[in-house]
């Protein structure tokens, strides 16, 4: 179905604010502050499958009304499968949909009241800017008079004032996007769901239109669900991350608690770029402190963090971000001798490429920008690590250990 199907199915009705939903605070905050919070949007237990093909295992989400959430994971994981799930586009074979409390797991699309923002834009090619913005609206019988209010609304805010009268033929990139997403703000759904929708932008564009969106969402604080694969895209726009692995979602929350705290080798390596390192390693225990040792690496834990995890000779992954491993500097204990194969200079930071370890992975530090450049293929340089980020995972199983 296209959007514009969709689009001339929905209804403005669907606002519906009764029942409300607890979410946990953390202990010590006095119950004065435990203001409720609306769900606009919650899936349970989530199930589709394709032929033989499972896809979503038992998919749980929930987004808070006026909250920006974003739905991660790599190509392929399912994201715009969910996507169409909350849409109405596909149906689910198991688990429950709810808009607004409405549980709308088996209604149409024209039913649900949400606005989709897709990668490809899905402008009418024959219609102008005003009239792509005015033709849901339209359709649906909306009064001349609302329909310019909101047409006036959104293309203030979008800047469209000076295109109103162009075919989409005759705009950019950011300017159709920006059509899209004008289309469906004067909309006013339930809830905004993009799919992609930075994908078809070159880098600075991208970088520009991921700020835009941002803005706007601080401004109508309109409940949105934003699905990527970008993990750069997620880590800037999301009020609450999701990350969604193996058809399931593998760990939820704000970007970076996600980024700081990752439960899963997956998500750790998911997240962030270059990516974090990953080392064979066992915990040894010296002068009264725990170390993890291995694939060239000797480092420092934190015993507050792992606590009961740290047993001397226990086997464990040991993950280090590229970003906080660096020069060993003014004293700071060196944990690693990295042997330098390439130096990427970025301007303002660089990035040292090469090996602990004849046999080992390649492994990557970030260097200031001015000591990088004594720094060239051949050198060995020391490397340091703060204590607090190391972190350490289950061999077999995947699992973050420690707090
Ligand atoms: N209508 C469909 N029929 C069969 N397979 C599908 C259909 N839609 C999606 N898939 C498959 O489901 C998987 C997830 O697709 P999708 O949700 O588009 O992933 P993502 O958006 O995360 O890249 C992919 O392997 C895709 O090929
Ligand atoms: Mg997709």
Request: no cysteine; hydrophobic share 30%; aromatic share 10%.
């Given at each position: 179905m296209s959007e514009a199907t969709q689009e001339a199915r929905g209804t403005d009705s669907g606002s519906s604010k009764t029942a409300a939903t607890e979410t946990p605070l953390p202990a010590?905050?006095?119950?004065?502050?435990r203001a409720p919070v609306r769900l606009r949007c919650a899936a349970r237990g989530v199930k589709k499958s394709f032929g033989a093909t499972s896809i979503l295992k038992g998919v749980d989400l929930e987004i808070p009304e006026g909250s920006f959430a974003v739905l991660v994971g790599p190509s392929g994981c399912g994201k715009s499968t969910l996507l169409r799930l909350v849409a109405g586009l596909e149906e689910a074979d198991e688990g429950t949909i709810t808009l607004a409390d409405r549980d709308v797991t088996r209604l149409p699309p024209r039913d649900r009241d949400v606005a989709m923002v897709f990668?490809?834009?899905?402008?009418?090619?024959?219609?102008s800017v005003r009239d792509n913005l005015k033709f849901g609206l339209e359709l649906r019988g909306t009064p001349k008079s609302e329909i310019d209010k909101r047409l006036d609304e959104a293309s203030a805010m979008l800047g469209l004032g000076p295109l109103l009268e162009r075919l989409p033929k005759q705009l950019s990139g950011g300017q159709r996007q920006r059509v899209a997403m004008g289309r469906a703000i004067v909309r006013r759904p339930t809830i905004f769901l993009f799919d992609e929708p930075l994908s078809n932008l070159d880098a600075a564009l991208r970088a520009e239109v991921r700020v835009e969106i941002r803005r706007l969402h601080d401004r109508l604080k309109a409940t949105t669900l934003y699905v990527t694969h970008d993990q750069v895209e997620a880590m800037t726009l999301a009020d609450t991350l999701w990350v969604l692995n193996g058809g399931l979602v593998e760990q939820k929350g704000a970007p970076l608690e996600v980024y700081e705290r990752p439960r899963t080798k997956f998500v750790a390596t998911f997240l962030g770029s270059p990516k974090m390192t990953m080392l064979d390693g066992v915990i040894i225990r010296e002068n009264g402190q725990f170390l993890a040792e291995g694939g060239g690496v000797r480092a420092v834990v934190d015993d507050d963090r792992f606590g009961s995890a740290l047993e001397e000779g226990r086997s464990v992954t040991i993950g280090i971000r590229p970003h906080d491993l660096g020069l060993a500097k003014n004293g700071a204990p060196s944990v690693a001798e990295l042997k330098v194969e390439l130096v990427e200079a970025l301007g303002s930071e660089a990035f040292a490429h090469g090996w602990l370890r004849a046999s080992g992975p390649s492994v990557v530090a970030r260097l200031d920008a001015d000591d990088a450049r004594s720094v060239r293929a051949g050198s060995v340089i020391h490397l340091a690590v703060a204590k607090s980020r190391v972190h350490l995972f289950?061999?077999?199983?995947?699992v973050a250990l420690g707090r």
């Open positions: 010590g905050v006095p119950s004065a502050a990668q490809s834009y899905a402008l009418y090619p024959h219609l289950d061999p077999k199983t995947g």
